[in-house]
């Protein structure tokens, strides 16, 4: 048995050498911050409450808070450019064009490679 193992089987704290960080990359970071603005994107681009984490309304609302410009930064992205694109999604759904809204964000709990 690894120390590795050992350890995920106990509660002590992680001992110098049992942590792999090899496991992890920037780039790995990065993709998980650019999930969590697709995931609020998608929720706030929908028609109805139906299939999403938050309701629309609380998704729009995050955009352009402290929150969502710390996680483009996270992402290796630019928030102004984000918003740009967020907002020109979110004036097709006005114009009831959904799909093209929608195009090319992919829905929670599917992945994509």
């Known amino acids: 048995m690894n120390k590795q193992t050992r350890h995920n089987r106990g509660s002590h704290p992680i001992r110098k ?3 792999d960080d090899t496991l992890t990359s920037v780039k790995d970071c990065r993709d998980l911050w650019a999930a969590k603005l697709l995931a609020y994107m998608h929720d706030a681009l929908q028609p109805h409450r ?3 984490n938050l309701h ?3 998704a729009q609302g995050w955009f352009g808070t ?3 410009r710390e996680t483009c930064e ?3 992205l630019l928030p102004e450019e984000v918003m740009r694109a967020y907002e020109a999604r979110l ?3 006005k114009e009831g064009r959904w799909d ?3 195009d090319g964000i992919v829905q929670k709990g ?3 490679k």
């Open 17 to 19: 050498g049992e942590f």
């Open 50 to 52: 139906t299939g999403v």
């Open 56 to 58: 629309p309304k609380v």
């Open 66 to 68: 402290f929150d969502f």
């Open 74 to 76: 996270c992402a290796g």
């Open 91 to 93: 004036a097709l759904t």
């Open 100 to 102: 093209e809204a929608l």
């Open 110 to 112: 599917r992945h994509t």
